[in-house]
Structures are given as C-alpha cells and as structure tokens.
C-alpha cells in the first residue's frame, strides 16, 4: 500500500513523523479521494465523479487556469496501469489527428503519473448518456435526438475506423453528455386516459462526446478473444470467430435500439441464451455462419447448424426471456419513413455475419440521415 505525506517532511524523525504517513490507496488499489486534496501541485479535488474496475473519475480544479477538470486516477495495479498507458497512446493519437475535435472523442489535455497512479485529466463535461436515461425512468429519447446521437457516433467511430481502431467497449456509459440541460415535457401515461400526465426530461443540447479508449485495440495488434460489454457484445466474438471493426457496428446498432426503446437490447449473461435472443430479434442465422459457429463453438449448435436451443438445462425464466424478445420490426413499427428507414440502419448494423454487416462509413450514407425529423412534443 502507498503511504502519503500529508505535511511537509520534519527533520527529527519519531512518533510525529510516523502519524503523517497515512495510506493513499484503499486495498483494491484506488486512490483514496479526499476534497482539496492537491493532485500533482496542480489540480484541487471537488468531488468524486464516478468509479469502475479501471479506478475513478474526480472533479478538480486546475489551478493553472482556474478551470475545471475531469481526472481519471488509474488504480495502483499492474495490469491497470499498463492498460492506461495504452489509453494514453490512443488519446494522444486522436488529439494529434483531430485537433479541432470534429470527430467528437474524449481530447487528453494532461497525463501524468502521481503517487503510483496514472492520471489522465481531460474536459469536464456533463453525464453519461445511460445515467441520463435512467434518471429518466428509462424513457426512450425523441426521434430527432435519436438521429443526431446516430450521426454523432457514427461520425466519431468512422474516425477511429479511419486511424485503424476499434473502440470494443461502446455502450451509453461510454457516452457523455456535453451539457446535462434538460426541460421537463408532460407526457400522457399511455392506456390510462384520465390518469395526470407523467414528467419526462428533454435535453437542450445532443451534443456528445466518446469516452473510454482503455480497450481500444489497433487492427494490427493483439486482439484478446473476448471484448465488449455483454450487452453489446456481438455474435462473432460470442461465437469465438475472430473480430474487427464489424463489432463496432454491431455494439451502435444495439444501443440505437435502446435509445429508441430506452432499455437495453440483450439483457442477459449466458451466452446460448444472448444467441437464442438475437435470433428472435434479428430472425434466424445465416447458414454460412452458422456453420462457422458450429465449427468453433459446437456446444452451441445441434447437427445441421441450427442453434442448440433451448437445452434441457434452461430454466423457465430464461425461456420465457428469450420468448419475450421481440423482433426488430415489432420493437420499431415501421409506421412512417422515419421508422421505416430507421429500421433499415439498425437492420443492417445488427447483421449476423460479420462480413455482410454494414460498415460505419457505410452507415453515414444510409437514407436515414437525408431525412429533416420534425422536433416532436416528446
């Protein structure tokens, strides 16, 4: 455990010198976070802003410019450590070709190392597109906003394409708001005619940013078997087939899905299960890849390449999930040529095969985004 200086060193060693040194780190290797403590005699602690594997996220004040930060601090582990000086790499490389930030990616302002702890202090910016939706009841968002989200992170993710990345781990808790903004907009409660309408909250601003680059992985470079968060996680790395940019494409495809639904696509932890799920809600698997699958992951399938579900061993709750899945054109009713072209890009983002998948350059041209969709009430 790392032990801090709390006061400047005293010359005469003894029990008062002993009682400054106070740890740094908690045992899982975070950095303790206390308020105005002084983080490489520059940035001032405010508040913690948020903690995952990786380590946490703090608000500061960098007191060479009297603005705000944000600062993730990298726990004191091997492994995490390493993994952030892999970050660095990717955020300066994105920074170097995008100074301007058209391409709407987190931009790297500082990095250092403090006290066994890699530091990468960047904008502060507002919360991530998922705490937003659940302080929101998990209401979808509206139609416009849908598309300007669409291009935004199509747009960010052809660039990291371009410089020969793939991000792995998009999801909406990668995806920052650049303004927290909202207003409230009354929303009638649906089969409830004379019920008091509910509040929903719509924001000012769909301005975003990309955030996360801790598992971005260069195409020529080593590529771990699994990537992605589950929910996102596409068939090709299920099916241990090898992965590339196609994941990328797949991941947005499913969170487009849940901006339009508000509620996450695939939700479960199994992986035969996240399979049967994408068959009721994409149709069946090609048969190609099917038998691609079978050739990798033969516990998976029965003979003649069809999916090996349900097993004897499944459980009624999980039947009854996967059973609850709906397809693609029952979750987005093709009822005017929003959804209908809508449905066409989230169609062919969630492509089984990986080499039929439309590509996110590709998606950018699709007719979804010729179309002037009207600001609606909510």
Request: net charge positive.
């Amino acid at each position: 455990m790392v032990t801090c200086k709390t006061s400047p060193i005293t010359t005469s060693p003894g029990p008062a010198a002993a009682k400054e040194q106070v740890p740094c780190d908690d045992k899982e290797g975070h950095y303790i976070i206390t308020p105005d403590d002084m983080i490489y005699r520059r940035y001032r602690t405010v508040k913690l802003l948020g903690q995952g594997t990786f380590g946490k996220v703090v608000e500061a004040i960098d007191t060479e410019t009297n603005k705000r930060v944000a600062i993730k601090i990298i726990r004191a582990i091997p492994k995490y450590r390493d993994a952030s000086k892999i970050e660095v790499r990717v955020l300066q490389k994105l920074k170097e070709r995008d100074p301007l930030n058209r391409h709407k990616c987190i931009h790297l302002l500082h990095w250092f190392d403090h006290r066994n702890h890699i530091c990468l202090v960047s904008e502060l910016l507002g919360m991530c597109v998922y705490d937003f939706l659940k302080d929101n009841d998990f209401a979808p968002f509206p139609r416009h906003h849908i598309q300007s989200f669409a291009r935004q992170l199509l747009g960010s993710v052809a660039f990291l394409h371009e410089l020969k990345l793939i991000h792995t781990d998009l999801k909406p808790e990668n995806i920052l708001l650049v303004h927290n903004e909202n207003k409230f907009v009354p929303v009638p409660v649906p089969g409830k005619r004379n019920a008091p309408p509910r509040l929903k909250r719509i924001l000012e601003s769909t301005e975003i940013r990309l955030i996360d680059f801790g598992s971005a992985t260069f195409e020529d470079e080593y590529h771990s078997s699994v990537v992605s968060t589950r929910h996102y996680r596409a068939p090709e790395i299920i099916l241990g087939l090898g992965w590339s940019y196609p994941c990328d494409a797949f991941s947005l495809g499913c969170i487009l899905v849940e901006f339009f639904t508000g509620v996450a696509l695939f939700q479960t932890h199994d992986n035969l299960e996240h399979l049967a799920m994408m068959e009721q809600v994409m149709g069946k698997m090609p048969d190609r890849f099917a038998r691609a699958g079978a050739r990798s992951k033969p516990e998976y399938f029965k003979d003649g390449g069809k999916l090996a579900w349900p097993q004897a061993k499944a459980t009624r709750q999980s039947r009854k999930e996967v059973r609850a899945c709906r397809s693609l054109q029952e979750t987005i009713p093709p009822t005017d040529t929003i959804n209908q072209r809508f449905l066409d890009l989230v169609r062919r983002l969630l492509t089984f095969d990986p080499a039929q998948r439309i590509t996110v350059r590709e998606a950018l041209n699709h007719p979804y985004f010729s179309l002037q969709i009207p600001e609606e009430p909510y």
